[in-house]
């Protein structure tokens, strides 16, 4: 692994937005407005959510950081101005500091009322936002050599990116407690150690043999 080269590598990042009332700031369930508008746009670059506060924007897959940095920017301002023409505003942060989710409405969508019959209060409360990148790369040996090797950088990773100390109106005691919500979901946290890519694959199967997952 000493020459590992970047040049192979991809990126792509999805961002989750919060749709807000411009008058109250609190959060609000817009029955997919935004998405029906960025799709005339941009297409599948824009996706409906579980909860209908939320509105996912994904970019393509990216050959490095500058294309990615472009692709995301375009995003924000597309859906910035479709939600400006519908009296809607957007914003960014892990939580919303003041709205309950008991108040928004769920999406719509088959997969989204399977997602709430099977975690329940776990599924509806989970009404968070977040920033993802991933990175692609051909050799699975070398995905998993890293997946392996970041686990020592999460901490501070994390630490550097906190943005979420309130939650319902209250000052939670904690600067992320976005992960604390996101922590009821039973498939989530730190992936475990893989010695090797058959032995991430045969832990994959474990998973879909017992039902703990439908698919990979």
Not at 46 to 56: G, I, L, P, S
Not at 150 to 157: E, G, T
Request: net charge negative.
């Amino acid at each position: 692994m000493a020459n590992l080269s970047y040049k192979g590598f991809t990126i792509g990042v999805e961002e989750e937005y919060m749709v807000i009332d411009p008058a109250t700031r609190e959060l609000k369930s817009h029955e997919q407005r935004i998405v029906q508008e960025g799709q005339k746009l941009i297409k599948d670059k824009v996706k409906a959510e579980m909860h209908q506060a939320v509105v996912e924007v994904g970019t393509d897959i990216c050959a490095d950081i500058d294309e990615a940095f472009t692709d995301v920017s375009t995003l924000r301002k597309t859906l910035s101005s479709i939600s400006d023409s519908l009296g809607l505003k957007l914003g960014a942060s892990g939580t919303h500091p003041f709205s309950h989710w008991e108040s928004q409405l769920i999406t719509d969508h088959v997969r989204y009322y399977e997602i709430v019959n099977e975690l329940q209060e776990a599924a509806r409360s989970n009404l968070i936002f977040g920033l993802h990148v991933h990175v692609g790369m051909a050799n699975r040996e070398m995905a998993i050599h890293i997946a392996n090797s970041a686990r020592y950088f999460l901490p501070h990773i994390y630490a550097l990116s906190t943005n979420s100390p309130f939650w319902e109106g209250r000052k939670t005691g904690y600067k992320s407690f976005r992960t604390k919500v996101f922590d009821k979901f039973p498939r989530t946290g730190i992936p475990d150690y893989f010695e090797s890519i058959e032995a991430y694959d045969n832990y994959v199967k474990m998973l879909i043999k017992t039902n703990c997952i439908d698919n990979a």
